[in-house]
């Protein structure tokens, strides 16, 4: 998509600090960090939702899991703990439409989500 910013990042069109690709993947560093680590994993190929994934792109997905990994081996988070996170929608938080995937790390991360008052 012409307008999406992940697209213009997978396309070379904006610089990223780019941590690890491959053909279905692209893993760089979030501009406005939230935890020493935070990276997003995000495919190369524009899917809007993690519901929007059609049967035959496990490989999107087998990659997504590979990159968090060799990332978390890569930032020293592997063994202390880190959280990935794919927001879905705007009650999900999703901000862009480009599904993508944080992975917080290099500090206690605190509770998934906060207690309904």
Same mark, same amino acid.
Request: hydrophobic share 50%; glycine share 12%.
């Given at each position: 998509m012409s307008d999406c /910013? $992940?697209?213009k990042i997978i396309?070379? #069109? /904006?610089p990223s600090d780019t !941590?690890?690709?491959d053909e279905n993947v692209i893993v760089f560093r979030d501009i406005d960090p939230k935890a020493p680590t935070h990276v997003l994993i995000v495919p190369k190929e524009h899917i809007v939702t993690f519901a929007d994934f059609k049967e035959g792109q496990g490989d999107i997905l087998l990659s997504m899991s590979k990159a968090a990994r060799a990332v978390a081996e890569a930032e020293g988070v592997l063994d202390s703990g880190y959280r990935l996170i794919v927001n879905n929608?705007? #009650?999900g938080g999703q901000e862009v439409l480009h599904l993508h995937m944080? !992975? $917080?790390g290099g500090r206690p991360i605190g509770p998934m989500i906060k207690r309904a008052e």
């Open positions: /910013i $992940f697209c396309a070379g #069109d /904006i !941590l690890w690709e929608g705007p #009650d944080h !992975l $917080f």
